[in-house]
Nanobody, 125 residues
Framework: QMQLVESGGGLVEYGGSLRLSCAAS????????IGWFRQAPGKEREGVSC????????YYADSVKGRFTISRDNAKNTVYLQMNTLKPEDTAVYYC??????????????????WGQGTLVTVSE
């Protein structure tokens, strides 16, 4: 069974840091572009970051540029999202997703076939 499992969410103070992990089981991530998305209450799911299968192409939403870093360790079948200088507006459920294509190509949610269950990130003021 192909699964993605996120971990690392939690409650953090303004300006703090968290590292999210997205671990795959049942398939290898080597040939998949991986995206991180988030959804705040009452808002649409939005793309946060995306990394190509090789790790050679990386994209960030403007709202997180300079604060978040995406990386992948294909040997561990895991993708990470390091989040620094967190703000209350970063509060959301964070999801990782995989699409069976090498490149991110705009990383819109419908492009991604496999999704994790999400992990909640709450940033207090």
């Amino acid at each position: 069974q192909m699964q993605l499992v996120e971990s690392g969410g939690g409650l953090v103070e303004y300006g703090g840091s968290l590292r999210l992990s997205c671990a795959a089981s049942g398939f290898t991530l080597d040939y998949y572009a991986i995206g991180w998305f988030r959804q705040a209450p009452g808002k649409e799911r939005e793309g946060v970051s995306c990394i190509s299968s090789s790790g050679g192409s990386i994209y960030y939403a403007d709202s997180v540029k300079g604060r978040f870093t995406i990386s992948r360790d294909n040997a561990k079948n895991t993708v990470y999202l390091q989040m620094n200088t967190l703000k209350p507006e970063d509060t959301a459920v964070y999801y990782c997703a995989a699409k069976s294509y090498y490149y991110c190509s705009g990383y819109r949610p419908p492009q991604f076939e496999y999704w994790g269950q999400g992990t909640l990130v709450t940033v207090s003021e």
